[in-house]
């Protein structure tokens, strides 16, 4: 039970103001599912929500359905049953100004630095792009909210007028994340963002999102089999088998007192889960 103040002497109840509305989850799947034109079906009946400020992860084993869970919220599939809701609303592809405040709020980050940045620009159009072709900004601004952008992952302004080949897969991927948030996003969708680099390279970019999101109050989906990089970055997990959520839970509570066999399972075949 919820307790509550009597009024002030002298006031109707007309007069206090109603307790305001908690605010819709930024993104969320309601009943998603989804079937590959030659597949099975790939999602079943999938609900999860990420509000402000939040950070989940998506685990499973190959082929359980996270990256299409991520493909759906970013709006690349749309579902064929169920809904993607963005700040409450239905996502819908058609609708441009929908679109233009989706883009602007939830931005992705993808597995592979080597093959999601364009060879032939310099990072400082890499960076700017989404700037540019969301309308936010162009010119001398989008390049200062660039530099500013790659000073926020740890990276100097020199780098913006060299190309991706020039940099390690960790400063390609700290590259991807400073266009990520260049146009201040208010949800990161992360796709096995630190697989592809090696052990010390991944602790510095767990360590380069964990201090984005407690910076700036970024929400972040990480897809990960990387039970290690969820414990450390997401408050929240969500299990999925064969397409289904299975469990879903605060993470140290998941990980370290599963409820499902299968969950128990995906811990074991962790040799160790760091830090
Ligand atoms: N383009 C496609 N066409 C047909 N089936 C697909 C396609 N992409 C994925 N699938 C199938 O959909 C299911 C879910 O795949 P998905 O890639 O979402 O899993 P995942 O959990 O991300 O796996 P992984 O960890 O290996 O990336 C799998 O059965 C997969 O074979």
Same mark, same amino acid.
């Given at each position: 039970?919820?307790?509550?103040?009597?009024?002030?002497?002298? %006031?109707?109840?007309?007069?206090?103001?109603?307790?305001?509305?908690?605010?819709?989850?930024?993104?969320?799947? =309601?009943?998603?599912?989804?079937? +590959?034109?030659?597949?099975?079906?790939? $999602?079943?009946? #999938?609900?999860?929500?990420?509000?402000?400020?939040?950070?989940?992860?998506?685990?499973?084993?190959?082929?359980?359905?996270?990256? %299409?869970?991520?493909?759906?919220?970013?709006?690349?599939?749309?579902?064929?049953?169920?809904?993607?809701?963005?700040?409450?609303?239905?996502?819908?592809? *058609?609708?441009?100004?929908?679109?233009?405040?989706?883009?602007?709020? /939830?931005?992705?980050?993808?597995?592979?630095?080597?093959?999601?940045?364009?060879?032939?620009?310099?990072?400082?159009?890499?960076?700017?792009? &989404?700037?540019?072709?969301?309308?936010?900004?162009?010119?001398?601004?989008?390049?200062? =909210?660039?530099?500013?952008?790659?000073?926020? #992952?740890?990276?100097?302004?020199?780098?913006?007028?060299?190309?991706?080949?020039?940099?390690?897969?960790?400063?390609? =991927?700290?590259?991807?994340?400073? *266009?990520?948030?260049? !146009?201040?996003?208010?949800?990161?969708?992360?796709?096995?963002?630190?697989?592809?680099?090696?052990?010390?390279?991944?602790?510095?970019?767990?360590?380069?999102?964990?201090?984005?999101?407690?910076?700036?109050?970024?929400? $972040?989906?990480?897809?990960?089999?990387?039970?290690?990089?969820?414990?450390?970055? !997401?408050?929240?997990?969500? /299990?999925?088998?064969?397409?289904?959520?299975?469990?879903?839970? &605060?993470?140290?509570?998941?990980?370290?007192?599963?409820?499902?066999? +299968?969950?128990?399972?995906?811990?074991?075949? #962790?040799?160790?889960?760091?830090?």
């Amino acid at each position: 039970m919820t307790e509550q103040a009597a009024p002030p002497a002298g %006031t109707s109840p007309a007069d206090i103001p109603a307790p305001a509305a908690a605010a819709p989850p930024i993104l969320a799947l =309601q009943g998603a599912g989804y079937r +590959y034109h030659r597949g099975g079906l790939a $999602l079943d009946d #999938v609900s999860l929500s990420i509000a402000a400020g939040e950070s989940v992860g998506l685990v499973g084993e190959s082929g359980a359905g996270k990256t %299409t869970a991520l493909r759906l919220l970013l709006g690349l599939d749309a579902p064929s049953s169920g809904a993607v809701l963005f700040d409450g609303e239905p996502l819908n592809r *058609r609708d441009t100004a929908q679109i233009r405040r989706f883009r602007s709020s /939830v931005q992705a980050v993808f597995q592979d630095p080597y093959s999601s940045l364009d060879p032939r620009q310099r990072i400082d159009r890499i960076v700017s792009e &989404p700037l540019r072709s969301l309308g936010i900004a162009s010119g001398r601004e989008a390049a200062e =909210q660039a530099a500013s952008a790659l000073e926020s #992952v740890g990276l100097d302004a020199d780098v913006l007028r060299r190309y991706p080949h020039e940099f390690s897969g960790g400063q390609r =991927q700290r590259i991807a994340i400073a *266009r990520a948030v260049v !146009c201040k996003p208010r949800l990161l969708l992360a796709d096995e963002p630190v697989s592809a680099l090696d052990m010390s390279t991944r602790i510095q970019v767990i360590d380069l999102l964990q201090g984005l999101r407690d910076r700036t109050g970024l929400a $972040l989906v990480m897809v990960s089999h990387d039970l290690g990089a969820v414990a450390s970055l !997401c408050e929240r997990t969500v /299990v999925l088998r064969g397409g289904r959520v299975v469990e879903a839970g &605060p993470t140290p509570q998941l990980l370290h007192a599963p409820a499902e066999e +299968y969950t128990r399972a995906l811990i074991a075949a #962790v040799p160790r889960l760091p830090r």
